[in-house]
């Protein structure tokens, strides 16, 4: 059972108690483990599968140690990795909890960490990081997509001078942005398909076409053709004919990205079916 480690402080970790402990508390068969709720600022994120052979891989976990992590261990399976910082600006009340497959984040809860003392780099110091910094990484845990991430601290390389962030921000703009979009059409479908239950046969199938006509507009790369195929033989399935399909799926086809001429292609093939 670990053993709660007292006098955590703001200004970095005691890496000498806890490396003249450890070898006499392994002789014993004794761990230590550190209560996060006792050091209210410490947020402590848990990485799995991201050490192979007593290396780093994985663009997120590398990115963490080279540009973000300040004090890091690898934890006690040898192939994941503990990363601690501490955060600034913030209520004595304020905490954070996500996780998701394979990562874990933590500030001032009741989650005790089990200590190694395998540390990447012996002299390493536990540095700042501000509140906002820390819920868009909780968010991002909690989500699974790490492009807010990545935004942020591309943002902040920005900042410091390095005019190479600039592509990667645009570019990462650009792709949730594109996301955005899409989450309000998938919305806004949703609110249609509920509506459309109570409708009338020939109403329903008006809201039918609008449905496959959003998922056409809201299709991602890669899935644009085949989401156009399929809503062109489903409004054939309602007995539309291909006039109508062409009415109502071509607009959503050219938002979504595809040509005049191809999108044209692609629901003259559902039609021609057998």
Same mark, same amino acid.
């Given at each position: 059972?670990?053993?709660?480690l007292k006098g955590w402080q703001? $200004? &970095?970790?005691?890496?000498?108690?806890?490396?003249?402990?450890?070898?006499?508390l392994r002789e014993r068969g004794a761990r230590i483990s550190?209560?996060?709720k006792r050091s209210p600022r410490l947020l402590a994120l848990d990485m799995d599968n991201c050490v192979q052979d007593g290396k780093v891989v994985g663009r997120l976990a590398l990115e963490f140690v080279s540009d973000f992590c300040t004090l890091a261990e690898i934890s006690m399976s040898g192939k994941g990795l503990h990363i601690f910082a501490v955060v600034v600006g913030v209520e004595k009340d304020f905490s954070l909890s996500a996780r998701n497959e394979g990562v874990e984040l933590y500030l001032n809860t009741s989650r005790h960490i089990t200590l190694t003392g395998d540390?990447?780099?012996?002299?390493? $110091?536990?540095?700042?990081?501000?509140?906002?910094?820390?819920q868009t990484l909780a968010q991002c845990?909690?989500? &699974?997509?790490? %492009?807010? !991430? !990545?935004?942020?601290?591309?943002? %902040? %390389?920005?900042a410091r001078g390095d005019e190479s962030a600039r592509e990667e921000i645009e570019l990462l703009q650009a792709q949730?942005? %594109?996301e955005a979009k899409r989450e309000a059409l998938r919305a806004s479908i949703d609110t249609r398909i509920t509506r459309s239950s109570r409708l009338s046969p020939s109403r329903r199938s008006e809201s039918r076409v609008v449905q496959r006509a959003g998922e056409v507009a809201a299709a991602p790369e890669g899935a644009r053709n085949n989401t156009l195929y399929s809503a062109a033989c489903s409004l054939r399935a309602i007995g539309?004919?291909?006039?109508?399909?062409?009415?109502?799926?071509?607009?959503?086809?050219?938002r979504a990205g595809l040509s005049e001429a191809e999108a044209r292609r692609t629901i003259e093939s559902a039609y021609r079916r057998r």
């Open positions: 059972m670990g053993r709660p703001a $200004s &970095g970790f005691p890496l000498r108690v806890v490396e003249a402990a450890l070898p006499r550190i209560n996060l540390y990447l780099v012996p002299d390493a $110091s536990i540095l700042p990081i501000v509140a906002e910094d820390a845990v909690e989500s &699974g997509d790490w %492009r807010a !991430w !990545w935004l942020l601290r591309a943002q %902040r %390389r920005l949730l942005a %594109r539309r004919d291909i006039e109508d399909a062409i009415a109502a799926l071509l607009p959503a086809a050219l």
